[in-house]
């Protein structure tokens, strides 16, 4: 069937405000196949959702859709199915729930304060350079059990491993590059660990001590290792960044949060409905299925775009409008199903304490918009920089 | 092994689990309707709050209390609720029969 609506999510364009093009595409074009790139893509809440929740057809083996290079990346858990998939999370699920990460929020306040001390007598900082994205990283070396001084490295090199080039429909030699980097280091932080056999209760510790007793490969070890430094860092500064951002744009809702600070955890899961940062997972065709009239071969590509799902007027009344007091609970900002974010609580009381600290110490905040900058994938989105001033509260 | 969930409808499914494997993900994987598994199992969203039968509830391991936490938040809330997340299925759990609560 010809579509009348050309959607490319490589395209730097598109990429820059992806939802007039999701708009087009849940009216028009529900199950949309590009004709550029051959992959299919799904755009309305309810068939996004299925989507995820079904693992038997949609498999996670591939999670982005380029090509297939030479490049073997270890097994990750979040390109496994069942039942792999379960014997890898289920190590560290455990370890994310909210009761579990509850506890590390007196560290993720002192680290805040930490950061905010310096940059608070200025009037101005980048939101996302000085702030949103040491947070994050800090904490998960911390996790980890890694040296807090590899922050740096591990953020460009997991910079560099998610970066696309505009138009560009492969993965190049510097994501392979950063993806090696990556593995090094964990291979590394392994081989030092024999070496100083005292055991620690971190979750390179624990995991080290899954593959000891054969409840995971080597590789998979690196893999896990890969995974928590990249998910666990960038999409949780680009969730804090845009908060910062959408606070502003929408001045009302800061004055309310201001007045009700209890309405922040709500104002958290609209901000991840709204605008998150993981705006599209790729998924495997198992079996042939047709949708809307349309029929998706085994081993075809399809692209879950859950910003879409999240501005469905299928869904949601006033899908575009960011309010604070929504509270949605059935939003596809951290997926779904199986695969669902498994560091989605963790997220959760970074940005909670963050905003938290951001509403005790600033009165009023601009974004200065003309010098803000994006980073660039078809599947997370999100600022690379966000210049802000502000005053002080009194 | 097996468990069989229950619509509000009455309809029954068996589902074959995996030794290992949680309930919620068996569900999802065989397609349970009302059972959506929204966090993946971080024991977070309550979507898939289950009423356990109550010749089968004491065959389970007492719920832990980020769970009972979770549970305490929602209407349907009674003594036999559990999230079928936080089961993980064993030998002791064959055949055991949950009920879909639907709206968590």
Known sequence: MNSPVEFDPYDYATQDDPFPGYKALRDHAPVYRSRKHGFWLLSRYDDVLAAVRDAKTFSSRIITLEPLTDEELPPLVITSDPPDHGRLRHLIAPMLTPAAVAPLGEDIRQLTRRLLAPLLPSGRMDAIVDFAQRLPMAMMCRLLGVPMEDEDDLRRWTDMAVDRKDGVFTTTEENNLANQSIYRYFETQYQQRLADPAPRDDLLGRLMAAEKEGRISHEEFLGFGYMLALAGSETTRKLLGNMIYYLWKFKDQWKLLQQDPSLLGSAIEETVRYNGPTHMMGRLVTTDITLHGQTLKRGDKVGVLLMSGNRDERKYTNPDVYDIRRNPRDHLGFGGGLHACVGAALARLEVKIAIQELLHAIDDYHVIESACTRTHSPQVRGFANLPIEFTLRT | ?104
């Open chain 2, 1 to 104: 092994m097996k468990v069989t969930f229950i619509q509000p409808d009455g309809k029954e499914q068996d589902v074959d689990v995996n030794p290992g494997t949680t309930l919620m993900e068996a569900a999802l994987f065989e397609g349970v309707p009302g059972i959506l598994g929204m966090c993946g199992g971080i024991c977070s969203c309550a979507t898939c709050h289950c009423h356990v039968e109550a010749d089968d509830f004491g065959r389970l391991p007492a719920a832990a209390a980020g769970e009972i936490e979770v549970l305490d938040g929602l209407e349907q809330r009674r003594p036999n609720s559990r999230l079928a997340c936080q089961i993980t299925m064993d030998d002791a759990l064959e055949g055991i029969r949950l009920h879909v609560a639907t709206g968590a």
